[in-house]
């Protein structure tokens, strides 16, 4: 089991900034960044491996930058240039398997924060 909690949500204005933190309980092998707007279904963020190695959605090429604190089993989020568009729920997931690979697909991803709202504002 891996426990996830995630914070660093909050409110602010379009061109802002904001850093997610999500805590794990234990070491896993990849984990990701993924959010979910109202009335849309929940898209992939970013991920990053336990090696370093990184995806990012389209959407956020170039804004976002998934990190990680291997020593502290911390994952972090920087997100500059935000956006309305970037207005959701965020969550924090995570997967033991190397076999799985580390790539933004929701079905490879057992465990789950609870999430940390994001709202951006015009």
């Known amino acids: 089991q891996v426990q996830l909690v995630e914070s660093g949500g909050g409110s602010v204005q379009a061109g802002g900034f904001l850093r997610l933190s999500c805590g794990a309980s234990?070491?896993?092998?990849?984990m990701g960044w993924f959010r979910q707007a109202p009335g849309k279904e929940r898209e992939g963020v970013a991920t990053?491996?336990?090696?370093?190695?990184?995806t990012y959605g389209d959407s956020v090429k170039g804004r976002f930058t998934i990190s990680q604190d291997n020593a502290k089993n911390t994952l972090y989020l920087q997100m500059n240039s935000l956006n309305v568009e970037d207005t959701a729920m965020y969550y924090c997931?995570?997967?033991?398997?190397?076999?799985?690979?580390?790539?933004?697909?929701?079905?490879?991803?057992?465990?789950w924060g609870q999430g940390t709202q994001v709202t951006v504002s015009s």
């Open positions: 234990r070491a896993t092998y990849c």
């Open positions: 997931a995570a997967h033991l398997f190397w076999a799985r690979g580390c790539v933004l697909d929701r079905g490879l991803f057992r465990y």
């Open positions: 990053i491996a336990a090696d370093g190695s990184t």
